[in-house]
């Protein structure tokens, strides 16, 4: 029997939503029947809009799919006016302000507190500048992610940019593929640095070379979520930038039609992969998707990667000054857990346009980059006031922090993540040593295992669970530990669980304590978890309380706003009709 | 009135009569319980898998895990709240800080609505 949420897209669903949701804004929040809450929510992703969490009714969240995370410098300046006028909650968040854009770890834009009668409009300045929340979330083809500085970095093997152009112009407003049995998360690394993360996604598209031609592999069935992490299964297919259209929507459709539409939870390909395998998987691809030979798998460049590869050589990560291939530069700034203040992100779109910048790019790591500086302006672009906040030279804790939503806004998250991830990052590069030569450290807090911080490939990976503390609940975190990408990809190993999160930055001091002292000359940090077992990864480290404090340890999914002054639920702000 | 039931959001909240009634995160004890080998479940629940009804109950299985001994898994059909009256609709969930006894079901049971 078909899910219920299959039953709703079968009435309305795709583009047809729009004219539904602007004759809501244009009513009001009371013309959504109630009885027909939950279906118009479900729809309303399809658009990008994602009704916030319990206490924060009839406000939602927006998504503006950026391919590759690249915007012009005027396309950042609106989407900075839109946050600025639009994305202002009742509430002040204490670390980041009344309005802010989150830039997620798909290279999307988030803005939370937006209202439905705001929507008309907030499209209508999106649009004019070819921005658009279309396909953001819900079930279909989700932000294409790659290299933000495709055909610029001189670190690449192919310019992906032309195709994945290609494919968001092909896939976003697409009726033959606008209702997937599930999302549909699509990578195309052109890079030779790995930066696309294909390995979690559901498809992917890696760098490499056949019979001396560019193009890529393709992969299947990634995915990090529920606790069944997958990276993306090889099929053995080797692609040009000809024939990838093709096959990526070969395989759109081989999804549609043969994807679980019965249980939501076992719906994304991956488990579909698990079921047929990949030789099953590429057969019907073959035979009923595509019309031509597949070729085989090309060689691939996973050898040189260095994008979230726990390399102690090299760290792939934008972040800092790169030569572009014309000569110029691009710019990599830190962004701490990918929240930017509305009137920075205006500022630096003028920053941008005043260097003669025709692009910034958001990266997976939630930083972003600014493209085209040239040589004898860099001195004076990286004295900018800007760039104290947004450090293109950042300390490690900072560069290396990465936090998904939380009980901020998001109804699945167990913890509270960014600010506490702030405050994590700030404790730890004022109060702990760094080991020599530790220049890259990667910890993702995520607040549930929907994994959306994408924990489980980090140095150090946390995952939002309870414990109790004097017998009260208190939220907490498992610990995991050797995650990443690169040439061999490794998910965390699980080793402390349920450690109250004031004991967090404790147990991290520890380890990297124990790290200094016994690793190898030369071992990074992932190598030298990789060389211990299991059974010695458990307990190397103790969890600690220390002069940290956490102001939210109590259980934030109770308030309506974790911050607020009277965060009881019954004080929400929730429309009088609700 | 029929009683809409159902989980959203990957399984984030329980909702009745489009109203989010029951959300994850919080710790439920669990008595006289198959999910783990301790006495009382300290149970967080994480992710509703199914809902269903037992007129006048609303019941789920949650996925998530014992946070006493570190069982993770999915839990038989737990109370979540009750509609005593369908034509007013009005559901009155449990309190999940109070303790709770799962019980497995003697009959099939996925109504969507009932």
């Known amino acids: 029997m078909a899910s219920k949420v299959e039953g709703w897209k079968d009435e309305v669903y795709g583009e047809e939503v729009r004219d539904h949701l602007f004759r809501f804004a244009e009513e009001g929040w009371s013309a959504i029947p109630d009885e027909e809450h939950d279906a118009w929510f479900e729809r309303f992703k399809w658009w990008g809009l994602y009704h916030q969490r319990k206490g924060q009714e009839s406000y939602f969240m927006m998504r503006i799919g950026t391919p590759n995370g ?23 968040n204490p670390e980041f302000g009344d309005a802010y854009c989150d830039w997620t770890t798909r290279q999307s834009i988030q803005m939370h507190w937006i209202q439905l009668q705001d929507i008309p409009e907030i499209f209508e300045k999106l649009e004019a500048h070819d921005l658009s929340t279309i396909q953001a979330c819900g079930d279909s083809w989700r932000n ?32 033959d593929h606008s209702n997937l049995p599930r999302k549909w998360k699509v990578a195309v690394t052109g890079d030779t640095r790995g930066s696309g993360q294909a390995e979690i996604n559901d498809l992917g598209f890696e760098p490499a070379t056949k019979d001396g031609r560019r193009g890529f592999n393709v992969t299947v069935g990634g995915g990090l979520s529920r606790k069944e992490p997958r990276f ?23 999804f549609r039609d043969n994807g ?41 460049l996973r050898e040189g990667y260095t994008y979230n590869s726990g390399r102690s050589d090299e760290t792939g990560d934008y972040v800092g000054v790169h030569d572009q291939v014309d000569g110029q530069n691009f710019v990599g700034l830190s962004v701490l857990v990918g929240r930017m203040g509305a009137e920075d992100v205006i500022e630096l779109a003028d920053l941008a346009e005043e260097y003669g910048s025709e692009l910034v790019g958001l990266t997976q790591r939630q930083n972003i980059v600014v493209a085209d500086i040239a040589d004898e302006d860099l001195d004076e672009f990286l004295a900018e006031d800007l760039l104290e906040n947004y450090s293109p030279d950042p300390h490690p804790f900072m560069r290396g922090s990465v936090a998904c939503t939380g ?36 910890i993702h807090l995520s607040g549930c295992t929907a994994s959306c911080a994408q924990p489980q490939i980090a140095d150090i990976s946390l995952r939002g669970m309870k414990t109790r503390k004097n017998g009260e609940p208190v939220e907490a975190f498992d610990i995991g530990l050797g995650g990443g990408l690169g040439e061999n990809p490794q998910f965390a190993d699980w080793v402390e669980m349920r450690v109250a999160a004031d004991e967090v930055p404790g147990y991290i001091e520890n380890l990297l304590g124990i790290y200094e002292e016994r690793r190898d000359e030369g071992e990074s940090f992932r190598e030298f978890i990789a060389r211990h077992t299991d059974d010695e990864l458990n307990g190397l480290a103790e969890p600690e309380e220390t002069s940290y404090e956490d102001p939210y340890l109590g259980n934030t999914k109770l308030t309506w706003y974790p911050y607020a002054d009277d965060s009881d639920m019954d004080a929400a702000p929730t429309p009088a009709d609700d | 009135m029929t009683t809409s039931v159902h989980q959203l959001d990957d399984g984030a909240w329980l909702s009745v009569n489009d109203s989010r009634e029951v959300n994850v995160s919080d710790l439920w004890w669990l008595a006289r319980q198959d999910f783990c080998d301790c006495e009382m479940a300290d149970f967080l629940a994480e992710g509703f898998v199914e809902i269903g009804v037992d007129h006048p109950d609303v019941e789920g299985r949650v996925a998530g895990q014992c946070i006493a001994c570190g069982e993770s898994g999915v839990t038989d059909w737990l109370t979540l709240g009750r509609v005593v009256d369908p034509d007013e609709g009005e559901f009155y969930a449990v309190d999940p800080t109070s303790v709770h006894v799962p019980e497995r079901r003697r009959r099939l049971a996925r109504p969507a609505e009932s």
């Open chain 1, 407 to 442: 009980t901020e806004y998001c109804s699945l998250s167990i913890v509270e993540t960014k600010n506490r991830m702030v405050r994590y990052a700030r404790w730890l590069k004022d109060n702990v040593e760094l080991p020599e030569g530790l220049t890259d450290f990667h």
């Open chain 1, 144 to 175: 294409i992610v790659g290299s933000p500085m495709a055909g610029r970095d001189a670190d690449e093997h192919i310019d992906a940019w032309p195709v994945i152009k290609e494919l968001n112009e092909t896939f976003k407003g697409n009726d």
């Open chain 1, 70 to 92: 690249r915007m012009t410098p005027e396309q950042l300046r609106v989407v900075g006016e839109i946050a600025r006028d639009y994305a202002t909650g009742p509430v002040d």
């Open chain 1, 260 to 300: 679980d539409r019965d249980d939501r939870f076992n719906a994304r390909i991956k488990f579909l992969v698990d079921e047929w395998g990949t030789e099953k998987l590429r057969r019907v691809l073959q035979e009923e998707y595509v019309d031509f030979e597949l070729p085989s798998a090309g060689e691939d």
């Open chain 1, 232 to 254: 993306a299964r090889d099929i053995d297919v080797f692609v040009t930038p000809e024939t990838l259209p093709d096959v990526a929507g070969g395989l759109s459709a081989l």
